[in-house]
C-alpha cells in the first residue's frame, strides 16, 4: 500500500524480516511471546482502512486512531492503559515559508506505529540509524519513540537558522535605511511564523517531563535521560525563538523610530522653507495695500533697498536654519 513507508519485525536490537500490513497477524503472532522483539511501522498519511488494519491487530484506542487520522492536532502524550500515544509538530522550510506537519507515535509491548501528516521529513535516516545501533535499539519500543522524537525536535535547529539568516538581512536593511514596504511585511510575517513555531515546540517539553516520570507505560529509568536530552533541545529551540522574536521586534522598533525621525526632519524642512517665504510674502502684502501716501514709494532708491532687505532677511533665516541642521 502507498501509505506504508516502512514495516519490520526486529528481534534483539536487529532488523529479522519485513512484513507486509496483510501478514501483521501472521507476523506478530511471534512478537508478544519474546521480550525484545517488536515490529516498526511507518505510514504516511494512511487512509481508514490502513488504520483500522493497524487498530485491530494492536488493539489501539479509538480516540488516538480518530487523532492520528484526522491530525490538526497539538503536541502531547496520551496513555492508554500499557501502551502510549504521541502527537508531535514537524517544521520544514518550503521556498522561503515554514511548512508544519504532524507526526504521530502508537507504543506499545511489540510494536511502534508512526504516522506522518504534511511537511515533513522522511524516517528512513532515523530507521538506519537505529539498525546501525543495535545495542541502542535493543532497548526495544521506547529507544525507537526516542529517536522519532530526537529526529523531529533537531530538525527545528536548520529551520531557525535559515531564519535567522533572514532575519539578519533584514535588520540589516533596516539599520541602513533601505527597508521597503515588502521588508516590513516579511518582517511581521516572520513574527508570525517564529509564534507558531513556538506554540508547535513548547509543548513538548512537558511531553518529553511526562516521559521520565516512573508512572508512564514503557518508560524504565535507563532511558529517561534520552528524554532528558530531547527536553534540553526543546528548551534550546524555544530560546533560539524568542531571541529572533525579539530581534524582529527591534527591527520593527527602529523601523518605525527612522520613519518618524524622516518625518520630523521633512516638517523642519517644511518650517524652514515656510519661515524664510513669509518675510517676501508679508512685505509684499504690505505693499500690495491700495494706499496712496506711503513714505518709500516716493524715494529713488526705496525698490532696491526693499528688495536688498528681504533679501539679507532671508539669507539670514536661511544661514541660521542650515546651522540648526533644518535645511
Not at 512484513?19 to 511501522?41: H, K
Request: glycine share 8%; charged share 25%.
Amino acid at each position: 500500500m502507498g501509505s506504508v513507508v516502512g514495516s519490520a519485525v526486529y528481534q534483539a536490537g536487529h532488523r529479522v524480516e519485513d512484513v507486509e500490513i496483510e501478514r501483521l497477524d501472521l507476523a506478530c503472532d511471534a512478537v508478544q511471546p519474546e521480550p525484545g522483539r517488536f515490529v516498526w511501522i511507518g505510514l504516511y498519511e494512511p487512509d481508514e482502512e490502513v488504520l483500522h488494519k493497524v487498530q485491530r491487530r494492536f488493539g489501539l484506542h479509538d480516540l488516538a486512531v480518530e487523532d492520528a487520522h484526522n491530525a490538526h492536532q497539538r503536541p502531547k502524550l496520551e496513555t492508554y492503559g500499557d501502551s502510549i500515544f504521541v502527537v508531535l509538530r514537524t517544521v520544514q522550510l518550503v521556498d522561503g515559508h515554514v511548512r508544519f506537519g504532524e507526526t504521530h507515535i502508537f507504543a506499545g509491548r511489540g510494536y511502534v506505529v508512526t504516522v506522518r501528516h504534511g511537511s515533513s521529513a522522511s524516517y528512513a535516516g532515523v530507521r538506519g540509524r537505529c539498525e546501525r545501533t543495535p545495542r541502542m535499539l535493543a532497548l526495544g519500543e521506547i529507544f525507537v519513540v526516542y529517536s522519532v522524537m530526537d529526529f523531529i525536535v533537531d530538525n527545528y535547529f536548520p529551520v531557525l537558522h535559515a531564519l535567522e539568516a533572514e532575519i539578519d538581512a533584514l535588520e540589516d536593511r533596516v539599520f541602513k535605511q533601505r527597508s521597503t514596504r515588502a521588508d516590513i511585511e516579511r518582517i511581521y510575517e516572520l513574527r508570525h511564523e517564529l509564534m507558531t513555531i513556538r506554540r508547535a515546540i513548547h509543548p513538548l517539553g512537558e511531553v518529553c517531563t511526562r516521559m521520565m516520570r516512573f508512572d508512564t507505560p514503557l518508560i524504565e529509568e535507563r532511558v529517561q535521560p534520552y528524554f532528558r536530552d530531547v527536553q534540553d533541545h526543546v528548551l534550546r529551540v524555544v530560546e533560539q525563538v524568542d531571541s529572533l522574536r525579539e530581534l524582529l521586534t527591534s527591527a520593527l522598533e527602529a523601523n518605525l523610530l527612522f520613519a518618524s525621525l524622516q518625518q520630523n526632519d521633512v516638517m523642519r524642512r517644511f518650517a524652514g522653507w515656510a519661515a524664510i517665504l513669509a518675510v517676501p510674502t508679508a512685505v509684499a502684502g504690505i505693499y500690495g495695500m491700495n494706499f496712496e501716501e506711503m513714505p518709500e514709494l516716493k524715494q529713488p532708491w526705496g525698490y532696491p533697498v526693499v528688495l536688498l532687505g528681504i533679501l539679507s532677511v532671508c539669507g539670514g533665516l536661511y544661514w541660521r536654519f542650515r546651522r540648526l541642521g533644518w535645511l
